[in-house]
């Protein structure tokens, strides 16, 4: 298997702009998540779904940001209008089961 | 709330030197304990866990004991190299907050030849 595949790996965009992320979970894992990482805040978890619902969105900072999961294979994270505070890293990570999370390499936003 | 503390980085030790990163938790009742590692330019991965009082999790050489009495899961290994040189971050999971991972903010270590 490929892993968690992110995309794109670095996205640069102008203030105002909308950005999607985009996610593909390993193949039979039934839990996704969208984690943001800042050096201020560390890892913080935005969303998580369970069988493409989402469970917990308490950590969805405000509403420029929205996350779906059409079907099992693909999730989006997407920011509309981008602010420079949104610019972090942000991870995709799959899971069957509790604990074990399977991390994507990440997309690296910034932010203009 | 759940919650997990680890000790500030950066950590510089040379090779072959002993490593200690300390983490307590904050939380009721028995939540499950991870070490995960993310190395420069990737995601993390997990690196060992103990799912309840005194377990004791390894891998690589690390290790981790579960320490209820004192609400602790520190990460050792005795004889770290260059190749351990990642950022080290634990992590809790617990039934009340579903599956949802709470981790500490990290710690960088960085081993010199």
């Known amino acids: 298997d490929a892993g968690v595949i992110q995309s794109p790996r670095h996205e640069v965009t102008e203030m105002g702009q909308e950005v999607t992320l985009r996610c593909k979970p390993i193949s039979g894992h039934d839990y996704l998540f969208w984690y943001r990482q800042t050096m201020m805040r560390g890892l913080e978890l935005l969303i998580y779904?369970?069988?493409?619902?989402?469970?917990?969105d308490s950590g969805m900072p405000e509403d420029r940001f929205s996350a779906k999961m059409p079907n099992a294979s693909f999730s989006t994270l997407k920011i509309q209008p981008s602010e420079p505070r949104d610019s972090a890293v942000y991870f995709c990570a799959s899971s069957l089961g509790r604990g074990k999370l399977f991390f994507g390499s990440g997309t690296q936003l910034s932010v203009l | 709330g759940n919650s997990v503390t680890q000790m500030e980085g950066p950590v510089t030790l040379s090779e072959e030197a002993f490593l200690t990163i300390n983490c307590t938790y904050t939380?009721?009742?028995?939540?499950?304990l991870f070490w995960y590692v993310q190395y420069p330019g990737e995601g993390l991965q997990l690196l060992l866990k103990?799912?309840?009082?005194?377990d004791k999790g390894s891998n690589k050489g690390f290790e981790a004991t579960y320490r209820k009495e004192t609400t602790s899961f520190h990460l050792e290994k005795g004889s770290v190299q260059v190749s351990d040189s990642a950022v080290y971050f634990c992590a809790l999971i617990h039934s009340n907050s579903g599956y949802a991972l709470n981790f500490g903010k990290g710690t960088s270590l960085l081993v010199t030849p």
């Open positions: 779904f369970n069988n493409n619902v989402p469970i917990d």
């Open positions: 103990a799912t309840k009082a005194d």
């Open positions: 939380a009721t009742g028995y939540p499950s």
